[in-house]
């Protein structure tokens, strides 16, 4: 592992609840060798997380004769040079998502893997919530209706609001890419692929409400020092209209700055002869209406989550409405991952660096869509 942060925490329990909930006891992983920035993180990730090697130089981790799957879970800006070095090596990867910073980047880290044959994953784990794994077969079984008609999604928090909130990685263009259309929006956008199709072309607006975020106070600052200030060049809030490739249309919206917003990843689809509605603040269940009631009966149903849905089998209590979330989506995920392994599917496993790759073409085009305040294509290649 790269990485020793709260993902990488959200990880390694994923990866160790695979044979318990899925039965894969054959690949229980064992944990190597893991990497941070500097001797101290190492080994207080190694000590926390339960790897037998620490290393304060990637580079130990891509080349190591002893790991088979190498998991990137740095900043944006981290995620290359390992995984092309990882790829390089043969191993198997899974990078965090945005896959890249920029979409050339991206596009390389997937046409390496795909060239050297290893399993790839881009980490958009809400793709693996029961629910909406449920909502893909909905729509393709033709539940909603031959056409979908409109796709509407949100992701919103709101921890970016505050203004003492100290300038990190995330504020930095360079480093990340984009802000909360990065952030948050990466995994909306996805969604959009993922249940809907390709997109089209994009009509985006974006706005940075705090231009100026305090520098996090070091050892080497003096107290009698007014602390630094970082330039803040990335959105704290993003919208967009979607065309798809199949004509149907499409709204997101991604923000860091929605005051009372948790964690709310939201999202409706609306089809010729139906709809279905999904809150990740509610994710043990999904809204569905069908028109195929009698008039005084017609409006949304809510249906539970439970063993007879996607990945029912795993729940730890059997029963509809109870005990699936955040990190089950991790665990689903990873279980992808491992099968993948397993079957050696090689490209076959999704969310593949393909998907990582267009998403990060669709930021872009959102982000060029707001500089020139036209509708801008995205790249079919």
């Not at 799957?69 to 995620?79: A, G, N, R, S």
């Not at 539940?143 to 008609?149: C, P, T």
């Not at 990873?334 to 998907?355: C, H």
């Amino acid at each position: 592992m790269i990485g020793g942060g709260q993902i990488a925490r959200a990880h390694v329990l994923g990866y160790c609840s695979l044979p318990l909930l899925h039965g894969l006891d054959s690949l229980k992983p064992n944990f190597s060798i893991i990497a941070e920035i500097n001797t101290n993180l190492a080994k207080q990730a190694a000590k926390r997380l339960g790897f037998e090697k620490w290393s304060d130089n990637w580079k130990s981790v891509t080349r190591s004769g002893n790991v088979d799957l190498v998991d990137v879970v740095t900043p944006t800006h981290l995620h290359y040079e390992p995984v092309i070095d990882a790829v390089d090596h043969e191993k198997h990867v899974i990078c965090e998502k945005p896959l890249a910073t920029d979409s050339k980047k991206a596009r390389e880290m997937y046409e390496a893997a795909k060239k050297a044959g290893i399993v790839h994953m881009t980490g958009f784990n809400y793709r693996r919530l029961a629910a909406v794994t449920f909502a893909k077969k909905l729509i393709e079984a033709g539940k909603l209706g031959k056409k979908i008609y409109q796709f509407r999604a949100s992701f919103q928090e709101d921890w970016g609001a505050n203004p003492k909130m100290y300038y990190t990685w995330r504020y930095d263009a360079v480093k990340a890419g984009a802000g909360a259309l990065a952030d948050l929006g990466s995994h909306v956008i996805d969604l959009a692929r993922y249940l809907i199709g390709e997109i089209k072309m994009v009509c985006g607006a974006q706005g940075t409400f705090i231009k100026e975020r305090l520098l996090a106070p070091n050892k080497e600052q003096s107290n009698l020092k007014p602390p630094g200030k970082g330039k803040v060049d990335v959105d704290d809030s993003t919208m967009a209209l979607l065309r798809f490739e199949n004509e149907t249309l499409g709204r997101i919206e991604a923000s860091w700055s929605a005051q009372g917003r948790k964690v709310s990843l939201e999202f409706e689809v609306n089809g010729s002869d139906g709809s279905i509605y999904y809150n990740l603040e509610r994710p043990n269940e999904i809204k569905i209406f069908t028109n195929d009631g009698s008039v005084d009966q017609q409006g949304f149903r809510t249906v539970l989550i439970g063993p007879y849905h996607p990945y029912g089998s795993s729940m730890v209590f059997p029963a509809p409405g109870v005990g699936l979330g955040f990190e089950e989506s991790i665990i689903n995920e990873l279980y992808e991952l491992v099968r993948g392994i397993e079957q050696e599917k090689g490209s076959g496993v999704t969310p593949s660096f393909y998907d990582g790759w267009k998403v990060n073409q669709v930021i872009e085009a959102i982000q060029n869509s707001n500089l020139e305040q036209r509708w801008v294509n995205v790249p079919a290649q």
